[in-house]
Each structure stands twice: as structure tokens, then as C-alpha cells.
């Protein structure tokens, strides 16, 4: 009996290990199954992430190639800034010039005609590089680009608008260089 007891434990070992074994085959197809499907659900939350990764990085090389475009335009447009605004005081003096000369004297029409020829000659070599002069006598006052030297009342003239320029103003591409200094109408008290 003593041979049986020990068989016996023995047998019964290895049914546990085959059933072990039986169990563990069920139980490996079911969750091969499960574990295939989870891994293919977290590759794709993977594969669609490196797709949104990569679209983000595809949209912010175009944001960084269309950043640098502009800043390049800007500076085409805008680098003459500093130019324009150091020539604008002879535009000044010109018309200053032709201000104080009497036109009545015979003597100095041709000052006069070279002055004003010097003169246009300048302003078209301006507005071919887009520089405009702002001259806003009788329009309303905009402090964008006109600088209030005083108010004035004046009965005649629109409350808010210029009733005189001291000195006009110019934009280049439409960015204020200078602003025109003006006079504006206040209302009578």
C-alpha cells in the first residue's frame, strides 16, 4: 500500500498539472485573443497621435515659414522708415522756401520754378516708394495720425475737425511716419 500512496500522490500531481495545463491552454486562447485586440487598439491611439504629432509639426513649419515671410516683407516695406523720416525735414524747408518767396518779383521767378521743380521732383520720388503726405486741413481730427497742438474755438469750422496745419504728416505703406501737426476746432463755450 505504501507503493500506492506514493503513486498516488504522484498521479494525482500530474492530473493536476495536466489540468493546470488544459486550463491554462483555454484560458491562453480567450486572452490571446483580448490581449491582440488591446494591442491593436493601443497602437492605433499610437498611430493617431504620431499622425496629430506630425500634423502639428508640418502646421507649425508653415506658421514659422509664413512668420519669416512676413518679417521680410515688413522690412522691405519698412526699412526705408528711418530714410524717410530723415528727408522729410527738407520737404519742409522747400515748402517753407516757396512760402516766404513773393511771387510777384520778377527777379526770382526762376528761383521759384527751380525750387518748386526740386520740390515735386522730391515728392514723386516719394510716392513712387509709397510715401503720402497727410494734410488734413477741414477733415475731423483722427489721433492716429494727427498731433493736436492746440484747440482753437471757432465758429465757422466743424467742433473736432483742423482748421490749420503746421506741419504735415506722411506714412509710409500706410504705417505713420510723421504725424501732422494741426490746430482743432473746439466747440464756442
Same mark, same amino acid.
Given at each position: ?70 518679417? $521680410? ?41 527751380? $525750387? ?74
Amino acid at each position: 500500500m505504501s507503493d500506492e500512496q506514493q503513486t498516488s500522490p504522484d498521479v494525482e500531481e500530474a492530473a493536476a498539472e495536466a489540468t493546470e495545463a488544459a486550463a491554462e491552454e483555454t484560458t491562453a486562447e480567450a486572452p490571446t485573443v483580448d490581449a491582440i485586440q488591446a494591442e491593436i487598439e493601443t497602437l492605433t491611439g499610437e498611430l493617431s497621435e504620431a499622425k496629430d504629432h506630425v500634423l502639428r509639426a508640418q502646421a507649425e513649419v508653415q506658421n514659422i515659414r509664413r512668420r519669416a515671410e512676413q518679417d $521680410v516683407e515688413k522690412a522691405h516695406k519698412f526699412g526705408q522708415e528711418k530714410l524717410v523720416s530723415d528727408l522729410l525735414p527738407i520737404i519742409d524747408n522747400l515748402e517753407r522756401a516757396l512760402e516766404s518767396i513773393d511771387a510777384n518779383d520778377e527777379a526770382l521767378k526762376a528761383v521759384i520754378e527751380g $525750387v518748386e521743380l526740386t520740390l515735386k521732383s522730391f515728392q514723386d520720388t516719394l510716392a513712387r516708394h509709397k510715401v503720402e503726405a497727410i494734410h488734413p486741413l477741414g477733415e475731423p481730427f483722427d489721433p492716429q495720425f494727427h498731433q493736436a497742438m492746440s484747440m482753437v474755438e471757432s465758429p465757422d469750422a466743424e467742433p473736432n475737425s483742423v482748421i490749420n496745419v503746421f506741419q504735415k504728416g506722411y506714412t509710409l505703406h500706410g504705417r505713420l511716419v510723421r504725424p501732422a501737426m494741426v490746430v482743432v476746432a473746439k466747440a464756442a463755450e
